[in-house]
């Protein structure tokens, strides 16, 4: 193949490539615009659309660290085409899902798609791009393209919605993902595969007790947290979570590497990057149910208003880098969470009563606060790794952070859910309404229908109560992870401030913070 063809194949493996991620990433987001039209539509509450959010983001957390294993044992092509395939296919299922249950499902399957075809991505682009410099920069474009589907898929997905339906969030990703599948099987290298022992009891562990953790988490508000089925789930989950750790310590090829939590700088960024992902992506799922219920935003008003925090984010990344590079990772790292903390506290000060410009302040601390501590947290990491590690660290950043939004949807839910419950039986009480009604107004579809559907034809005062126990419940939650944020920031400084100095790299040996630099460019 000439010169010519060789670069058109290259550009295009890059677009195949990128194109994934950039879908990847943005399902984990775009999907919160479009919760309350679910609610409406689906008759879903929190607890239902907790479900949508957590299908896709548990399933890809507990499967992404496999899906690597997998990609290294039966071809990294392989994998990625596959699932790709699967993303697709879930997104057609979510796309013509009638129930709530069926959303879930084809969510995840999404979340299977995504785990088996992200691990594989960088190692097919370093394949590709052979030349130190053109990976560089190749590298920096995928990395910019995954960080751009995070941050503007609400931009994306609130247009859709108010003139698509809620469907057009997962049909976009079907003719896409169809090309992609074509596209790569012909333009991607073939990676002879490589004999590698795979995890699975690990995997079976994690996945099971994850899946129970969050059951009980969602559904305790709403069966009760004495229920037999809450209490035992929640059980089990801590059973098999701590075989899961124990195992892991013993196997010499682990799915998640314990032992790098023995580093108090790897420790510290660690914990910033699940952290962060607790309180954020928590955050960011209750909103749009907030903008859209209660304060009465379209889908496109709501994804507009998120805008500054999107702006920073492109603004704080770069910035951050610098920052990181001269004077290490601890500053803008620990700059980082105790800005996001003062958003999240900021933002719990506004009722259903606020205008946008009072609380517009909050939006650009959360996006600067976010865009400080993503780079650093893969340099404090990567750096302290030998080269040959990188992959491995890499990919226990990405496991954790997603696990972090995992558990701290499930998490604020469970604060949000309960004191909603406990304020909405106190405010139905005192305005007389009869007790065996209590439980179907509390149960309706709240946040995600005050605009309409359940709870839209309520007496005035009724809807008033309503409104105001979701609202009192998202203060609740958005306070607990400005406290978790804040104590965060205090132990990482630590953490980081007590950390041994690097060992210099040996003469042309690469140094795991310049690659760290490159993948965040």
Request: aromatic share 6%; charged share 10%.
């Amino acid at each position: 193949m000439g010169e010519p063809g060789t670069r058109r194949r290259k550009q295009l493996a890059l677009l195949t490539l990128c194109v994934a991620m950039f879908m990847a990433m943005l399902d984990n987001v775009v999907v919160n615009v479009a919760l309350p039209r679910i609610g409406q539509d689906l008759g879903a509450g929190v607890s239902g659309l907790q479900w949508v959010a957590e299908g896709y983001s548990l399933v890809y957390a507990a499967l992404v660290l496999t899906g690597g294993a997998l990609g290294d044992r039966h071809g990294r092509t392989r994998m990625f085409v596959l699932g790709l395939g699967l993303f697709t296919v879930g997104s057609a299922v979510a796309a013509l899902a009638g129930t709530i249950e069926v959303l879930v499902g084809g969510r995840t399957v999404q979340g299977v798609g995504a785990a088996l075809l992200t691990p594989g991505s960088l190692t097919l682009l370093s394949h590709v791009f052979t030349g130190e410099r053109e990976r560089a920069r190749a590298i920096g474009l995928w990395s910019g393209v995954s960080a751009l589907g995070l941050s503007i898929g609400p931009v994306i997905g609130g247009p859709m919605v108010e003139h698509l339906g809620w469907s057009s969030v997962f049909w976009i990703n079907v003719p896409i993902g169809v090309a992609g599948v074509v596209l790569a099987a012909k333009v991607l290298p073939g990676i002879p595969p490589r004999a590698r022992r795979i995890d699975f009891g690990g995997f079976v562990l994690s996945a099971a007790g994850l899946g129970l953790l969050v059951y009980a988490l969602i559904e305790g508000p709403t069966r009760g947290w004495s229920d037999p089925v809450v209490v035992g789930c929640g059980a089990v989950a801590l059973v098999l979570l701590v075989v899961f750790l124990l195992l892991e310590l013993r196997l010499a090829e682990p799915m998640l590497e314990l032992r790098l939590f023995r580093d108090g700088a790897l420790s510290a960024g660690l914990l910033s990057g699940f952290m962060v992902s607790f309180g954020m992506f928590g955050a960011m799922f209750f909103l749009p149910l907030l903008m859209q219920g209660v304060l009465g935003w379209s889908p496109s008003g709501a994804a507009y208003a998120g805008l500054p925090m999107t702006a920073m984010l492109v603004v704080a990344g770069p910035l951050s880098g610098r920052l990181a590079a001269r004077y290490g990772p601890r500053p803008p790292m620990v700059t980082g969470l105790v800005l996001c903390a003062i958003g999240l506290g900021g933002l719990s000060l506004y009722g259903d009563h606020a205008h946008y410009p009072e609380y517009l302040w909050t939006l650009f601390t959360l996006g600067f606060g976010m865009g400080l501590t993503f780079t650093p947290v893969s340099i404090a990491v990567l750096q302290r790794v030998a080269p040959a590690q990188t992959g491995m660290a890499s990919a226990t950043i990405n496991t954790l952070r997603e696990l972090g939004g995992v558990l701290g949807i499930a998490v604020l839910g469970a604060l949000l859910t309960n004191r909603m419950s406990d304020r909405l039986t106190a405010a139905l009480h005192r305005l007389g309404v009869p007790a065996e009604a209590v439980g179907s107004i509390g149960g309706a579809p709240t946040g995600a229908a005050h605009g309409g559907g359940a709870t839209g034809t309520l007496p005035a005062p009724v809807q008033h109560a309503v409104d105001g126990a979701f609202v009192d419940g998202i203060h609740l939650a958005l306070r607990c992870g400005s406290a978790v944020l804040a104590v965060t920031a205090v132990l990482v400084a630590v953490l980081l401030g007590r950390a041994r100095p690097l060992t210099p790299a040996a003469p042309g040996e690469p140094r795991a913070a310049d690659l760290a630099e490159a993948r965040s460019a």
